[in-house]
């Protein structure tokens, strides 16, 4: 496993490459590890503000991340 894969910030594991991802303030989650609250779309960790964020609706981590940054096949 390569050491630049990128890890979600909530729950420490490594991003495939169809996973829906959510960017806030330049750190990227599972969009199912945080709650999304559609007043601009701001992000929540454990009831934690996160920040706001753009995709709402997620992206697919291969539209964010560089190759080298997720997996290629889901676990």
Known sequence: MS???KRCEAC???FSWDDEVILVNDEVYHKDCVQL???GYF???D???LGETENDDGSMAYDILND???EE???
């Open 3 to 5: 050491e630049n894969l």
């Open 43 to 45: 992000a929540m960790l």
């Open 73 to 75: 096949e889901s676990a």
């Open 12 to 14: 420490n594991e490594t």
């Open 68 to 70: 080298n940054e997720y």
């Open 37 to 39: 609250y559609p007043i």
């Open 47 to 49: 009831g934690e503000p």
